[in-house]
């Protein structure tokens, strides 16, 4: 019976994934791509043959990454100070690291536009970006300080007794070890970065990203290029995790056969 109703709850989950895909070969022929009226690739010959789509694929994309860099290097260091150091008003960090999580996206979108417009900031890709790194690094933050929380230090501590100042220690041990976390974090901050529709609305100005794009579409009929360029980026998801399992699978048979040896 737990079988049947994890099989029916996966199921329930991936129907629209299912639709999406399914939809992104439908030969439509008007503006909305709802009703199923036959096979074709016509949609996929050329995906990106609506620019305003393009850019905004472009813009999320771009968003996303930069974000996704600033709020990995930050958020990395962050959860190094609150788990190795022990420091005055180290509580209060932690305090405000979560506030981003618990905080409804509105409230956060609405406080950071009513600062930019405080400081005379015009809304646009920048402070999209912005926007991004401020609720993503406390993902990142989480995720690599569960990481560090489960790493013994004393393989730190033997490197620094063998002579290691404390860079190359954390360049050739600490990180190292932490990679899959900040490697999760990392891809973790990237599709929340990308997915992100409130937030991003509050803060856009004129710049449009993939979310708003769809949304603003749905008015006049979302094209069929919509559901071909989230498959290819389902696509890519599923591959780039298909990667790291085998990576971790092949990272987790060296150390058997070295602790075996």
């Known amino acids: 019976a737990l079988a049947v109703w994890s099989a029916a709850a996966l199921l329930y989950l991936f129907i629209p994934i ?9 030969d ?5 791509n709802i009703t199923w009226q036959g096979f074709t690739l016509r949609h996929w010959q050329d995906p990106f043959a609506d620019p305003d789509l393009t850019k905004a694929l472009t813009n999320s994309v771009e968003v996303a990454l930069i974000s996704t860099a600033i709020a990995t290097a930050l958020g990395t260091f962050m959860a190094m100070a609150l788990v190795r150091y022990r420091f005055r008003g180290r509580t209060t960090v932690d305090f405000f690291v979560f506030m981003p999580l618990s905080s409804p996206e509105v409230v956060l979108g609405a406080a950071l536009l009513a600062l930019f417009l405080t400081l005379n900031v015009s809304t646009g890709f920048t402070t999209i970006v912005i926007a991004h790194v401020m609720f993503t690094l406390s993902y990142v933050v989480v995720t690599v300080k569960a990481r560090l929380e489960g790493m013994d230090r004393h393989i730190e501590e033997a490197a620094m007794d063998l002579g290691a100042t404390e860079w190359t220690t954390f360049r050739k041990v600490t990180l190292p070890m ?3 976390g900040v490697a999760a974090a990392a891809m973790l901050a990237a599709a929340i970065s990308f997915d992100d529709y409130v937030i991003t609305s509050f803060n856009a ?5 993939f979310p708003l794009f769809i949304f603003g579409a749905t008015r006049q ?9 989230a498959t290819m980026l389902l696509v890519i998801v599923l591959v780039l995790m298909g990667v790291n399992v085998l990576v971790q699978r092949a990272l987790n ?7 075996e040896g």
């Open 18 to 26: 299912f639709i999406i895909v399914l939809f992104s070969f439908n």
């Open 221 to 229: 009929g979302v094209p069929a290029e919509v559901n071909v360029l």
């Open 253 to 259: 048979r060296r150390d058997r056969a070295r602790a």
């Open 205 to 209: 100005g004129q710049t449009q990203t």
């Open 178 to 180: 932490i990679a899959p």
């Open 28 to 32: 439509n022929k008007g503006r909305f």
